[in-house]
């Protein structure tokens, strides 16, 4: 009963977190992002076991730099003629690499390369959502906070029709608890959820927002299963103990970082 209250405690500070910087202001949610991206990165070295407290900290420094230039751009603080400085950015783990006698390159490369692609990246195109002149009609905090719901309500009703129906299981070498039942239902149910949402909000059409939550929704899974590979191959049950209850940064995020840039192209594409 303890452990359980300190879950739902965990869990309702972190969707406060979450939507509050949502709707507050893009700088809101670009700081806490900013917090997700330095700690997540951490959860990723530590994962791949790279144990230099010095080639930690360098890390962590250049994917938060990373992380700021490109946010920077997104928000229109800075043109996007300074996006052209990330090269040499994406440049600079292989030379940390080259120059230590002790770290696995092979390790250490993932470990950077991961946390700019399945941290940076996602994170500065959810900035990019407040952009009208990219995303158009779409644009805007309801858009970012779509997206978290539809997560959240997939793995609720996905949680739901595996304990029900679950008999075949989804992948099991990798996460032996998902099952092909409770996915397709959790897919389904959402869709219903979905609709039902559209009958009321009149922003988004019925057949955008289907193939949106079934973007969101089919990527966010194949994400989390892509983190439990890593955390299975570490020998973890959680990327971190950040919050009590519900394991590290990567295990909160991986769903919605995963699906952010097949959602941005989606939009795009409309």
Same mark, same amino acid.
């Given at each position: 009963?303890?452990?359980?209250?300190?879950?739902?405690?965990?869990?309702?500070?972190?969707?406060?977190?979450?939507i509050?910087?949502?709707?507050?202001?893009?700088?809101?949610?670009?700081?806490?992002?900013?917090?997700?991206?330095?700690?997540?990165?951490?959860?990723?070295?530590?994962?791949?076991?790279?144990?230099?407290?010095i080639?930690?900290?360098?890390?962590?420094?250049?994917?938060?730099s990373?992380y700021?230039?490109?946010?920077?751009?997104?928000?229109?603080?800075?043109?996007?003629?300074w996006?052209?400085?990330?090269?040499?950015?994406?440049?600079?783990?292989?030379?940390?690499?080259?120059?230590?006698?002790?770290?696995?390159?092979?390790?250490?490369?993932?470990?950077?390369?991961?946390?700019?692609?399945?941290?940076?990246?996602?994170?500065?195109?959810?900035?990019?959502?407040?952009?009208?002149?990219?995303?158009?009609?779409?644009?805007? +905090?309801? %858009?970012?906070?779509? $997206?978290? /719901?539809?997560?959240? @309500?997939?793995?609720?009703?996905?949680?739901?029709? =595996?304990? #029900?129906?679950?008999?075949?299981?989804?992948?099991?070498?990798?996460?032996?608890?998902?099952?092909?039942?409770?996915?397709?239902?959790?897919?389904?149910?959402?869709?219903?959820?979905?609709?039902?949402?559209?009958?009321?909000? +009149?922003? %988004?059409?019925?057949? $955008?927002? /289907?193939?949106l939550? @079934?973007?969101?929704?089919?990527?966010?899974?194949? =994400?989390? #299963?892509?983190?439990?590979?890593?955390?299975?191959?570490?020998?973890?049950?959680?990327?971190?103990?950040?919050?009590?209850g519900?394991?590290?940064?990567?295990?909160?995020?991986?769903?919605?970082?995963?699906?952010?840039?097949?959602?941005?192209?989606?939009?795009?594409?409309?």
């Amino acid at each position: 009963m303890r452990e359980l209250g300190i879950r739902t405690l965990s869990g309702a500070v972190y969707v406060c977190l979450v939507i509050g910087s949502i709707l507050l202001s893009p700088y809101a949610l670009a700081l806490l992002l900013l917090f997700v991206v330095a700690v997540g990165t951490f959860e990723m070295l530590r994962l791949q076991a790279v144990n230099s407290r010095i080639f930690r900290s360098l890390v962590v420094l250049w994917s938060v730099s990373c992380y700021l230039l490109a946010a920077m751009v997104a928000l229109n603080v800075l043109s996007m003629r300074w996006l052209m400085l990330e090269m040499p950015l994406a440049m600079l783990p292989s030379l940390f690499a080259l120059f230590s006698k002790h770290t696995n390159y092979q390790s250490f490369a993932a470990s950077c390369y991961g946390a700019l692609f399945f941290l940076v990246l996602p994170s500065v195109l959810m900035l990019s959502l407040y952009r009208q002149d990219w995303i158009g009609a779409y644009s805007g +905090s309801k %858009m970012i906070v779509l $997206v978290f /719901l539809l997560i959240w @309500v997939n793995d609720s009703f996905a949680y739901l029709s =595996g304990r #029900l129906l679950g008999r075949h299981k989804l992948f099991e070498r990798i996460s032996p608890g998902k099952t092909i039942e409770g996915s397709l239902g959790g897919l389904l149910l959402t869709l219903v959820a979905v609709g039902i949402y559209c009958h009321y909000a +009149s922003w %988004m059409p019925l057949p $955008v927002a /289907l193939g949106l939550t @079934v973007v969101v929704v089919l990527f966010g899974t194949l =994400g989390d #299963l892509c983190e439990s590979m890593l955390k299975r191959q570490a020998g973890v049950k959680d990327s971190g103990k950040l919050m009590p209850g519900h394991g590290g940064i990567l295990d909160r995020f991986d769903s919605v970082f995963f699906a952010m840039p097949f959602l941005f192209a989606y939009l795009l594409l409309l």
